[in-house]
């Protein structure tokens, strides 16, 4: 997408073939599972599948031209003894221009490669940048968590995880106490962070926001950008070209 688009119920565009828009968005989440470097576009223009508009249906056009100049695209996998867990967790404050609510992203890398990505929008609208970013933080390290737990099934036992945060002040609320006291207002479910911070399951660390590998499940950026980020996702070129 391009940065400065912004996806809105736009009542002046001329309504498009529901049936058509649904087919093609169905195509793409399916895709996505082989290429993260679409999720977030594909789930963007996934909310207007009820009244699909001409402007929407450009988005999606867009994203088939990028899909059908990058078809050498794939996502590389190195045999590595390292079995060491990392994630990448970020949020667009007020992304949603509609609903004002946020856009979760991250993803998450088992050694040197890429095992799960996510895009999601955010069920409550939060009220600061800080509380977007603590929500995101949540809904990743219960994620990560899950693959935790299934990684012990093999004897692979992993502590002090490190989540790669680019928001200092959701740091601080996973590890102060005086700080925690005074977020009640955000919802209980999403504190548990700060008892596996405690436990050390966890480990909240800032990143900065240049080296934010999440910035592409959450938000349009410009094309180098874009490039840098999906290289770093292991995103490369499988016959060689």
Request: include cysteine; proline fraction near 2%; charged fraction near 25%.
């Amino acid at each position: 997408m391009h940065p400065s688009s912004s996806l809105v119920l736009d009542e002046d565009s001329p309504n498009v073939d529901q049936t058509q828009y649904r087919a093609m968005i169905g195509s793409l989440l399916y895709l996505i599972a082989l290429r993260p470097d679409i999720m977030f576009s594909d789930c963007i223009c996934a909310r207007f599948q009820v009244e699909p508009k001409e402007v929407h249906l450009q988005a999606v056009k867009r994203i088939l031209r990028y899909i059908k100049g990058t078809t050498n695209l794939g996502i590389s996998f190195y045999r590595s003894q390292n079995f060491s867990l990392l994630g990448y967790c970020d949020a667009d404050y007020a992304g949603d221009r509609w609903e004002r609510k946020s856009t979760s992203g991250g993803c998450h890398f088992l050694g040197q490669c890429l095992v799960s990505w996510t895009s999601k929008r955010q069920s409550t609208i939060a009220l600061s940048t800080c509380e977007a970013e603590y929500i995101a933080a949540g809904q990743f390290i219960t994620q990560l968590l899950w693959i935790k737990h299934q990684l012990e099934d093999y004897d692979i036992f992993e502590s002090s995880i490190p989540v790669l945060c680019d928001n200092t002040a959701a740091i601080s609320i996973s590890k102060n106490h005086v700080l925690h006291s005074r977020t009640k207002h955000i919802e209980i479910k999403h504190h548990f962070i700060r008892d596996h911070v405690d436990k050390g399951t966890f480990e909240l660390v800032y990143v900065e926001i240049e080296r934010q590998l999440a910035d592409i499940f959450t938000k349009p950026l410009r094309e180098d950008r874009f490039v840098w980020i999906r290289e770093r996702l292991g995103l490369e070129s499988v016959d060689g070209q």
